[in-house]
């Protein structure tokens, strides 16, 4: 009965590993080409391995009569953080990035899971909807959030009493300190000192034109948006 049972998964989980390997391969391929800290073969990795850990478990109930189908893709599901986390990295300037390739990373072991349940048109809508999500949604989100009337900003000012006079210049601009923290600066100079500002302009407008405003205020070195 076991042999019988292996033989018939044979062609199955051939199947099963080859659709992971191409819905891993369409996610990672978007990941990849924008120089992702996790890519094309990360994301083939694991989904094939979500995959396989599911095809496993299934194998066990149905060979040992016993156990609990779902219970090692619970484990994948709450264990593919550890990736995920080590992707999220804070940059120099306070920005953190990678929060959308963690959750790609996720969404690929879920894909994965479907795929070896059998549960092919989740995984195969869910790959495809996730791609657009990751891929064509992208330049909207910027878009939208390029223009919005909440601006967070890292400024790094030459002295500390710059940071008065900057305080002064952008209240004359009607704009609106919602939250400020100061924090050590990055450059190498020891007289300079950052500041983490969140902003709230008076309408929506391009951030771009902001920065290049609040940019040229005296004593300003360096400010990007985060």
């Keep these: 009965m076991v042999e019988a049972i292996r033989d018939l998964h044979i062609e199955v989980t051939i199947v099963k590993l080859v659709l992971a390997l191409l819905c891993g391969g369409i996610l990672g391929f978007e990941r990849g080409r924008k120089k992702r800290p996790a890519g094309f073969r990360t994301y083939m990795l694991v989904c094939i391995g979500a995959s396989l850990v599911m095809m496993t478990n299934e194998y066990i109930c149905s060979v040992y009569g016993s156990g609990d189908p779902a219970r090692m893709g619970a484990q994948v599901i709450s264990g593919i953080g550890f990736l995920g986390a080590g992707t999220i990295i804070v940059t120099g300037h306070n920005r953190v990035k990678g929060l959308t390739t963690a959750a790609g990373l996720w969404a690929a072991a ?30 909207v989100d910027e878009r939208v959030m390029a223009a919005t009337k909440v601006l967070n900003l890292y400024i790094e000012f030459d002295r500390l009493n710059h940071i008065g006079e900057f305080i002064k210049y952008i ?15 990055n450059s190498i100079e020891e007289t300079g000192i950052a500041a983490l500002l969140t902003l709230r302009l008076p309408k929506k407008q391009e951030h771009t034109s902001i920065l290049s405003l609040l940019g040229s205020a005296e004593g300003v070195k360096f400010i990007e948006e985060v």
């Design 110 to 139: 879920c894909i994965g899971l479907a795929i070896g349940i059998g549960f092919y048109s989740g995984a195969i809508l869910g790959c495809l909807i996730i791609f657009v999500a990751m891929a064509a949604l992208h330049s």
């Design 171 to 185: 209240k004359e601009q009607d704009i609106r300190i919602s939250d400020m923290e100061l924090t050590k600066s």
